[in-house]
């Protein structure tokens, strides 16, 4: 097997986000869900770059929201090389970093808004070149 298209999904639908499962992935104490009101974190980024223009040069993104016009969940298309034993995907993050970092002027993204689709539209264009 050389190359194989595959399909997944970052986030969750909002069905499956107000069924209040909490076990399994789902559970609260993993540290991806936010209330009863916002919902899951659907992906998470944090870290330091000369980039941040804030005291430490931190960033932190938590990215989400299940309804609406701010849904973050988003279905990607690849392809995954299998060049050894286990398939790998190779993502490369400086444009899209650039690109939030510069875009998000307070570098602090943790509620479901505007900013977090931005943010969601950029990781949708990184996987689907």
């Not at 190359?3 to 559970?27: K, P, R, V």
């Not at 960033?59 to 299940?66: Q, S």
Request: proline share 2%; glycine share 6%; charged share 20%.
């Amino acid at each position: 097997m050389k190359n194989n298209q595959f399909e997944f999904a970052i986030g969750l639908d909002s069905l499956t986000t107000m069924s209040t499962q909490f076990s399994g992935a789902l559970d609260p104490a993993l540290g991806m869900y936010w209330a009863w009101n916002t919902g899951y974190i659907h992906f998470k980024l944090e870290g330091k770059s000369n980039l941040c223009n804030t005291a430490k040069n931190e960033f932190l993104f938590h990215i989400g929201g299940y309804s609406g016009k701010f849904q973050t969940q988003r279905w990607f298309k690849s392809t995954l090389s299998n060049d050894s034993k286990f398939p790998i995907l190779n993502v490369e993050l400086s444009d899209f970093l650039k690109d939030i970092l510069i875009l998000n002027k307070n570098h602090n993204v943790m509620i479901p808004g505007k900013e977090a689709l931005d943010i969601s539209n950029s990781l949708f264009k990184l996987f689907n070149k």
